[in-house]
């Protein structure tokens, strides 16, 4: 089954004290993304990656990092969390054959007190 | 730069049709899409429309492409109470990375 695996699906934190969200992947997509999800904001991109060893700034990618060192993982890290990034996060992917699809992991909802 | 607009929230009775409205910016998009979010879920993909086309439909689903305004619908029959959800247009941004630009999404309630 194709799946998209993010972990934690839930996370409270104090500022300050690092984490990683991790995302894997089966479908041997090329493309991986990070997206925040916020009430009236709707989904906005943090990072982007075309490929291994590849990534870029989505509109929103102050006060994270990532990296792409295998293809099926993309995690996100955050360095020093605040309250300001206590969110729902999402791990997608994309088939970039035909219709450009998206597959959606379930999400890792963040509190950082 | 890009921008997608939704209204937030739409309420509706079960049996009625549903009609969640989007407009959007990048003339350029080769694909328009309609996600579903259900409560406590990651997105799903519902349908999509590509920019040369006017009308797609999908069995309860009718999507609607109005190219000249940038405006794409979204037409659910027939809404059920399993309907009720959040959805999410959303374009490709053709100008590189193939990025996902998504609107805020609408919060579709539907009333017995």
């Known amino acids: 089954e194709a799946q998209v695996t993010q972990n934690p699906r839930y996370l409270i934190t104090v500022t300050g004290k690092k984490l990683t969200v991790t995302c894997s992947q089966n479908?041997?997509?090329?493309?991986m993304s990070w997206y925040r999800q916020d009430p009236g904001l709707g989904l906005r991109q943090i990072y982007y990656?075309?490929?291994?060893?590849?990534?870029d700034k989505g509109d929103v990618p102050e006060g994270y990092k990532v990296s792409r060192k295998e293809k099926r993982n993309f995690p996100l890290i955050l360095e020093s969390p605040s309250p300001n990034q206590t969110s729902l996060y999402f791990c997608?992917?994309?088939?970039?054959?035909?219709?450009?699809?998206?597959?959606f992991g379930a999400g890792s909802r963040l509190t950082v007190l | 730069g890009e921008d997608v607009e939704q209204s937030l929230f739409l309420s509706v009775r079960e049996g009625d049709s549903s009609v969640i409205n989007c407009t959007y910016t990048?003339?350029?998009?080769?694909?328009l899409y309609w996600y579903k979010q259900e409560p406590g879920a990651g997105l799903q993909l519902l349908t999509y429309?590509?920019?040369?086309?006017d009308m797609k439909q999908d069995q309860r689903l009718t999507v609607l492409l109005n190219k000249k305004d940038k405006h794409l619908s979204l037409r659910i029959a027939d809404t059920q109470t399993g309907d009720s959800a959040i959805y999410f247009c959303?374009?490709?941004?053709?100008?590189?990375?193939?990025?996902?630009?998504f609107g805020t999404g609408t919060q579709l309630k539907v009333e017995l």
């Open positions: 997608a992917t994309l088939d970039r054959a035909g219709a450009n699809v998206l597959t």
């Open positions: 479908m041997n997509h090329e493309y």
């Open positions: 990656s075309m490929n291994v060893e590849v990534t």
């Open positions: 990048d003339s350029s998009s080769t694909y």
């Open positions: 429309i590509f920019s040369n086309m």
């Open positions: 959303a374009e490709i941004f053709t100008g590189g990375g193939n990025k996902l630009t």
